[in-house]
T-cell receptor, first 116, second 110 residues
Framework: GAGVSQSPRYKVAKRGQDVALRCDPISGHVSLFWYQQALGQGPEFLTYFQNEAQLDKSGLPSDRFFAERPEGSVSTLKIQRTQQEDSAVYLC??????????????FGDGTRLSIL | DAKTTQPPSMDCAEGRAANLPCNHSTISGNEYVYWYRQIHSQGPQYIIHGLKNNETNEMASLIITEDRKSSTLILPHATLRDTAVYYCIVRPSGTYKYIFGTGTRLKVLA
């Protein structure tokens, strides 16, 4: 079956521009996560949705980062006034159940964002 | 901080078993151990997870010690395509997120 799909796969933007990254989770998955992965590092948590509710946004690095999942399926991560330190791979993951279920997260291949 | 520690790198001969260790000495009774791997330019791929019993699937086996303070991921017959960074993760109780460490870079040699 279809896995987690992210678009675009690559995004280049000039410093100060706004960007929007899309995630299509596995159909029927309740939980959706965003992670940021810097070069040579492991992914770092940004935010978590259970259906349309954003239950944890503790990892968002600044108020320039905003995520939404209005209908409980597709999610968008928006970064305003991008800065060079925002350059990274942004990963989306989904899992079948919500709350603290032990079901594993399934990751997309990410969007590689480069800020010039 | 990650609740796991792993060796930074390992080599394995093609066709042999790859045994990847992970220490998680502060693991709590209801916390699962998850293993993922990441091949260059791809997202982390789920491999296996377990609580206290040994687990096996089509990709690998997971051996968890009786005190649950460590575990080993076993790839029974490593191939060149198994070259990747392998992450061992214990998700802290009461949280939703994974905390990734630096993982083990496994290189399978021809």
């Amino acid at each position: 079956g279809a896995g987690v799909s992210q678009s675009p796969r690559y995004k280049v933007a000039k410093r100060g521009q706004d960007v929007a990254l899309r995630c299509d989770p596995i159909s029927g998955h309740v939980s959706l996560f965003w992670y940021q992965q810097a070069l040579g590092q492991g992914p770092e948590f940004l935010t978590y949705f259970q259906n349309e509710a954003q239950l944890d946004k503790s990892g968002l690095p600044s108020d320039r980062f905003f995520a939404e999942r209005p209908e409980g399926s597709v999610s968008t991560l928006k970064i305003q006034r991008t800065q060079q330190e925002d350059s990274a791979v942004y990963l989306c993951a989904s899992s079948l159940e919500g709350s603290y279920s032990n079901q594993p997260q399934h990751f997309g291949d990410g969007t590689r964002l480069s800020i010039l | 901080d990650a609740k796991t520690t792993q060796p930074p790198s390992m080599d394995c001969a093609e066709g042999r078993a790859a045994n990847l260790p992970c220490n998680h000495s502060t693991i709590s009774g209801n916390e699962y151990v998850y293993w993922y791997r990441q091949i260059h330019s791809q997202g982390p791929q789920y491999i296996i997870h377990g609580l206290k019993n040994n687990e096996t699937n089509e990709m690998a086996s997971l051996i968890i010690t009786e005190d649950r303070k460590s575990s080993t991921l076993i790839l029974p017959h490593a191939t060149l395509r198994d070259t990747a960074v392998y992450y061992c993760i214990v998700r802290p109780s009461g949280t939703y997120k994974y905390i990734f460490g630096t993982g083990t870079r496994l290189k399978v040699l021809a």
